[in-house]
């Protein structure tokens, strides 16, 4: 078989990708119809195809590439760790300084005494850690009939088995026969889909209220956790009303109910602070690390544990681990990241400048006739297509309908958009610059633009009834 490289015509690739290669949350036949796009490098905020657009990465690859693209130091440290310890485990009473520094550094970075992590190649595979680490964790306090787990509709929490339990989406679950047992699910504070006569306060309010009456009718001796994301993101980056999080915080406290908070888009920095949490002002007892903790350089991911729970749990053999927990070259990659943005003031830099210019003109979105809602925090960012820009309209179209044509509009715009459902989702490298926040803008109004002469001409802008 002939190298399969670069410079093999885009045409080509395609059609070995789609004769060979399956593709995550995609229908297989449409893509092979129409043919993959395929990156082949990128440099800050810009990816660049096969046939050589530059595209403007509105979405940091899934949420991750916090730092952008094309680091050197990143690339220096994988290749010295490679050379020095390519890979050992952290099975069987063994350790090693990448896996010792990284744990430590986050330690040093986690909010309150969230000191202890557990370590796990992505998001998913943490998350799966968490359904273990607080079922036994209640099993070793003497109280084993708390084994429920409370998590959200419309939450993502991955796509592993455990994972796509916690999480609501309802497509996700259809296949596979799921949720697992004993996981339940409460509705999203979503006030623009759902808030109905409500004040979005009085909403997110009821939505937090709707776990302490699971909570009551399930009894909370049978109750583990709660889990939810600081700020939704693959359900559309949902910002939670300023009432949700202290409601849930004040219940999770009163009946004695874990919160994991899963962090893995709103850590590092996304939200304007190194946590989501920070951001929420919550205190969890376990945060769910990835993405961003690497910027997607390498796969890692984590649990980030307090002392109390930690402490339960070191009483016995927790007889669960990756072969890759604590990868050294991951954890190096992770470590040198978590300096890079240190040191560079990635977390100044959207608190101060991207984030404040990034809301100015992202804002200023809601004067196009396309937009109802236009939500940012940080730098993730959402805005609600809608037929009349009336709270809680739909279209009449099949939901997605319409995002699908902005996204696509994007893309022949040179700008990666993301759409959920009638919703356009951002989520930038941090490190973006302003004149590279304006670039962004102007290609998302032109698809806007786009887009809403397009859905005229179909005659898709009419509301549903
Ligand atoms: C992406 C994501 C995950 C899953 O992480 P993977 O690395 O894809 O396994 C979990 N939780 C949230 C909030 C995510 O956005």
Same mark, same amino acid.
């Given at each position: ?29 449409? $893509? ?8 082949? +490098? ?19 690859? $899934? ?38 520094? $990284? ?179 919550? +205190? ?182």
């Amino acid at each position: 078989m002939p190298a399969i490289t670069n410079h093999l015509p885009t045409a080509e690739l395609q059609a070995l990708d789609a004769a060979h290669h399956m593709h995550p949350f995609t229908t297989g036949a449409d $893509l092979a119809a129409k043919g993959a796009r395929v990156i082949t +490098r990128a440099k800050g905020v810009y990816l660049t195809d096969s046939e050589g657009h530059e595209i403007l990465d509105g979405m940091a690859g $899934l949420w991750c590439v916090n730092i952008g693209y094309g680091r050197e130091e990143l690339a220096e440290v994988a290749a010295r760790q490679i050379r020095e310890l390519p890979y050992y485990n952290t099975f069987f009473q063994t350790t090693h300084v990448p896996a010792i520094a $990284l744990a430590a550094k986050i330690a040093e970075l986690a909010p309150g005494d969230l000191n202890h992590v557990f370590f796990a190649s992505g998001g998913s595979d943490a998350n799966d850690t968490n359904i273990r680490m607080v079922r036994t964790y209640w099993d070793v306090k003497g109280k084993p009939g708390k084994k429920i787990i409370i998590g959200r509709k419309n939450g993502y929490h991955g796509s592993t088995v455990g994972a796509t339990s916690l999480g609501g989406m309802s497509a996700m679950h259809a296949q596979g026969g799921l949720p697992i047992p004993d996981i339940h699910h409460i509705n999203e504070p979503n006030w623009w889909a759902a808030g109905g006569e409500t004040s979005p306060e009085d909403f997110g309010l009821a939505c937090a209220q709707e776990l302490e009456q699971a909570i009551l009718e399930f009894g909370e001796d049978r109750v583990a956790a709660f889990i939810a994301e600081p700020v939704q993101g693959a359900g559309g980056v949902i910002i939670p009303p300023e009432t949700y999080w202290p409601e849930i915080q004040r219940i999770c406290d009163k009946y004695e109910i874990l919160l994991i908070a899963d962090e893995v888009i709103c850590g590092f920095g996304r939200t304007g602070n190194w946590f989501g949490s920070q951001t929420m002002g919550i +205190r969890p007892d376990i945060m769910t690390i990835a993405k961003g903790l690497s910027s997607g350089y390498q796969p890692i991911g984590g649990s980030v544990v307090s002392d109390e729970v930690a402490a339960v749990l070191d009483s016995v053999e927790f007889n669960h681990g990756y072969t890759y927990s604590g990868h050294p070259v991951a954890a190096a990659v992770a470590l040198e990241n978590l300096r890079i943005m240190e040191e560079e003031g990635v977390v100044e830099h959207v608190q101060t400048v991207a984030g404040p210019y990034l809301a100015e003109k992202w804002h200023a979105l809601a004067d196009h006739p396309l937009v109802g809602e236009t939500k940012l925090i940080g730098m993730m960012g959402s805005l609600a297509l809608s037929p009349n820009k009336e709270p809680h309209a739909t279209f009449a179209a099949e939901a997605g309908t319409i995002g699908y044509i902005c996204r696509e509009r994007c893309f022949a715009n040179n700008l990666v958009m993301r759409h959920v459902g009638d919703r356009m989702i951002i989520s930038p490298p941090l490190v973006i610059a302003p004149e590279e926040i304006d670039i962004l803008i102007e290609r998302a109004r032109k698809a806007l633009d786009e887009t809403y002469a397009r859905a005229k001409d179909e005659g898709l802008l009419q509301a549903a009834s």
